[in-house]
């Protein structure tokens, strides 16, 4: 199905490419009915880095199609809908950064408005419980609590999950707002793994599970992720909070509208629920085949899927053994979540915060204020979970996911018997379309194979958030698409 009738005919019309047929050297795709549609620039992927690309080449007068696979355009970034959820929390990308200069611009010029964040896995002070180690901790207990695992005080007193920041900070070589010296092969030393730089430090295997390994925001464990890629998120983070623009938060009624009016200002046609399954390429020419067995065949493509997506696609002449390995190999943050509605103020009943991050399938179960006009209402609860806890809930029914998440939260605080609804269900890991919340690097990764992702392969161009070298998230998207289209934009001249 394609975005819609109008575009579709729209398309058609400018094109003339119905009375085209196939074979002729022209550039095509077969419709429904066999005709040939063709178009110079394919793009696979309607997230941000699909978009930005699309919307570049179109103000350079480049005309392109977008291909995705599912029936909605943004990607990772995703609204629940405010029927399905109160408040409409986002599932996928949170936190605009008031320095994401080509995200900020582009919902300026879409006419989105930005408003402030939409805290969801950091509550504000005093709404926090740790529910760890079968136990109900209030922050000022932690200290002090007899299986509080970390050896240093400063650490013994922090949120188990800042302590590794504060390792990152203190241990960072990089130089201070240089956004790209984690590719600097001078830096390559650090390429290895987190514990590798907390054992050195004395923190025990207990602490680096509970601190880094449980419910944590990026990755698995402290042994598989690299801490050369903490150092880039510090220095982005730094870099972020320097900007000092004044702008930066959350897009009014959903970050998702912003990637929908991206969608909207590009004038050429985006094909949904049309997922790719291989892309060949001959001397002057693409082929793109869909799940579907439809062709669609283009001057130069720009793949922008996750590299766990596009293990999925076949490609043919194949990629340089490296690159490939590099798309089979890198990591995706796994990430599920359950929401909830409130049919009772749970945390009334028992006195303690309504938020808290727990070391169980319920993760960071964490209360949402999400109406502006009610700021302190709770709109909805959310079990947000990720490391090997999300890979587990992510392999079982929604039906089995919600009875675990709701079961191991009543066990650890008998206030919740009864007061939620789960309401609705989502996981980023094993989704075919995506695989996790966002890559993150192995252990000597980035060494090996950062470098490898961009690199055009004849007239495949690559984007996606993984491929970008100054931002990250959202605004790495976008500066990967920019950059896939600018390299296409040469080559078409
Ligand atoms: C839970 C979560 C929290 C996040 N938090 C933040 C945050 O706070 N701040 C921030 O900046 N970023 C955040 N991010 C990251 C941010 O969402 C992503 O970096 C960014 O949106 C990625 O855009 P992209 O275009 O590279 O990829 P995607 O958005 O994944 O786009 C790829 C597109 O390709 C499509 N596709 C996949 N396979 C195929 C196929 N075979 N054929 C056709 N189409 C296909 C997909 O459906 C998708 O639409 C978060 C992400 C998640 C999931």
Same mark, same amino acid.
């Given at each position: 199905m394609i975005k819609n009738s109008i575009k579709r005919r729209t398309f058609i019309k400018k094109t003339g490419l119905l009375s085209i047929p196939l074979g002729l050297g022209l550039y095509g795709c077969q419709d429904n009915k066999g005709s040939a549609i063709e178009t110079d620039i394919a793009i696979i992927g309607s997230g941000l880095s699909g978009l930005n690309a699309a919307l570049t080449l179109q103000a350079f007068g480049y005309k392109s199609t977008i291909i995705e696979a599912t029936d909605r355009i943004g990607g990772r970034v995703y609204t629940a809908k405010e029927e399905d959820v109160p408040g409409h929390p986002e599932l996928g990308a949170n936190g605009i950064g008031g320095g994401y200069g080509r995200l900020l611009s582009a919902a300026t010029k879409y006419g989105i408005e930005i408003g402030p964040m939409r805290p969801r896995t950091e509550p504000r002070k005093g709404e926090l419980l740790y529910a760890i180690y079968d136990d109900l901790i209030l922050p000022d207990q932690w200290k002090t609590h007899p299986k509080n695992p970390f050896h240093l005080d400063w650490a013994k007193g922090m949120s188990p999950t800042s302590v590794p920041w504060k390792v990152y900070a203190d241990t960072n070589?990089?130089?201070?707002?240089?956004?790209?010296?984690?590719?600097?092969?001078?830096?390559?030393?650090?390429?290895?793994s987190i514990a590798s730089v907390m054992k050195e430090q004395g923190f025990t295997e207990e602490a680096m599970k509970l601190s880094v390994g449980t419910n944590s925001s990026y990755g698995i464990s402290a042994d598989d992720m690299s801490v050369l890629n903490f150092y880039q998120i510090l220095n982005f983070i730094s870099q972020q909070s320097a900007a000092k623009t004044g702008r930066g938060g959350a897009?009014? !009624?959903?970050?998702?509208r912003i990637p929908e009016a991206m969608g909207n200002a590009y004038t050429g046609d985006i094909r949904q629920n049309s997922p790719v399954k291989s892309i060949s390429a001959a001397k002057d020419s693409v082929t793109i085949t869909l799940d579907n067995d439809k062709v669609v065949k283009a001057k130069y493509v720009i793949i922008t899927l996750p590299a766990y997506a596009l293990r999925r696609v076949k490609i043919d002449p194949p990629l340089p053994a490296l690159q490939q390995e590099g798309i089979d190999e890198l990591g995706y943050t796994p990430n599920a979540q359950v929401h909830f509605t409130v049919k009772k103020n749970y945390w009334e009943e028992? !006195?303690?915060?309504?938020s808290m991050w727990s070391d169980k399938l319920c993760g960071r179960f964490m209360a949402l204020k999400n109406d502006v006009d009610n700021p302190e209402k709770v709109t909805s609860i959310v079990a947000y979970v990720n490391t090997n806890e999300a890979l587990k809930l992510s392999k079982m029914s929604e039906k089995d996911a919600k009875a675990i998440v709701m079961k191991e939260a009543e066990e650890i605080r008998p206030s919740l018997k009864g007061a939620l609804e789960p309401v609705y269900y989502w996981k980023w890991s094993n989704n075919p379309y995506a695989g996790g919340a966002y890559a993150y690097w192995k252990p000597g990764q980035i060494t090996k194979y950062a470098d490898q992702f961009a690199n055009p392969h004849g007239r495949i161009h690559f984007a996606g958030e993984h491929t970008a070298v100054y931002f990250r998230g959202m605004e790495g998207a976008m500066e990967s698409g920019e950059r896939a289209a600018s390299e296409v934009m040469k080559l078409v001249g």
């Amino acid at each position: 199905m394609i975005k819609n009738s109008i575009k579709r005919r729209t398309f058609i019309k400018k094109t003339g490419l119905l009375s085209i047929p196939l074979g002729l050297g022209l550039y095509g795709c077969q419709d429904n009915k066999g005709s040939a549609i063709e178009t110079d620039i394919a793009i696979i992927g309607s997230g941000l880095s699909g978009l930005n690309a699309a919307l570049t080449l179109q103000a350079f007068g480049y005309k392109s199609t977008i291909i995705e696979a599912t029936d909605r355009i943004g990607g990772r970034v995703y609204t629940a809908k405010e029927e399905d959820v109160p408040g409409h929390p986002e599932l996928g990308a949170n936190g605009i950064g008031g320095g994401y200069g080509r995200l900020l611009s582009a919902a300026t010029k879409y006419g989105i408005e930005i408003g402030p964040m939409r805290p969801r896995t950091e509550p504000r002070k005093g709404e926090l419980l740790y529910a760890i180690y079968d136990d109900l901790i209030l922050p000022d207990q932690w200290k002090t609590h007899p299986k509080n695992p970390f050896h240093l005080d400063w650490a013994k007193g922090m949120s188990p999950t800042s302590v590794p920041w504060k390792v990152y900070a203190d241990t960072n070589p990089l130089p201070e707002n240089d956004l790209t010296a984690w590719r600097d092969p001078k830096f390559a030393e650090w390429d290895r793994s987190i514990a590798s730089v907390m054992k050195e430090q004395g923190f025990t295997e207990e602490a680096m599970k509970l601190s880094v390994g449980t419910n944590s925001s990026y990755g698995i464990s402290a042994d598989d992720m690299s801490v050369l890629n903490f150092y880039q998120i510090l220095n982005f983070i730094s870099q972020q909070s320097a900007a000092k623009t004044g702008r930066g938060g959350a897009a009014i !009624g959903g970050n998702q509208r912003i990637p929908e009016a991206m969608g909207n200002a590009y004038t050429g046609d985006i094909r949904q629920n049309s997922p790719v399954k291989s892309i060949s390429a001959a001397k002057d020419s693409v082929t793109i085949t869909l799940d579907n067995d439809k062709v669609v065949k283009a001057k130069y493509v720009i793949i922008t899927l996750p590299a766990y997506a596009l293990r999925r696609v076949k490609i043919d002449p194949p990629l340089p053994a490296l690159q490939q390995e590099g798309i089979d190999e890198l990591g995706y943050t796994p990430n599920a979540q359950v929401h909830f509605t409130v049919k009772k103020n749970y945390w009334e009943e028992d !006195g303690l915060p309504p938020s808290m991050w727990s070391d169980k399938l319920c993760g960071r179960f964490m209360a949402l204020k999400n109406d502006v006009d009610n700021p302190e209402k709770v709109t909805s609860i959310v079990a947000y979970v990720n490391t090997n806890e999300a890979l587990k809930l992510s392999k079982m029914s929604e039906k089995d996911a919600k009875a675990i998440v709701m079961k191991e939260a009543e066990e650890i605080r008998p206030s919740l018997k009864g007061a939620l609804e789960p309401v609705y269900y989502w996981k980023w890991s094993n989704n075919p379309y995506a695989g996790g919340a966002y890559a993150y690097w192995k252990p000597g990764q980035i060494t090996k194979y950062a470098d490898q992702f961009a690199n055009p392969h004849g007239r495949i161009h690559f984007a996606g958030e993984h491929t970008a070298v100054y931002f990250r998230g959202m605004e790495g998207a976008m500066e990967s698409g920019e950059r896939a289209a600018s390299e296409v934009m040469k080559l078409v001249g």
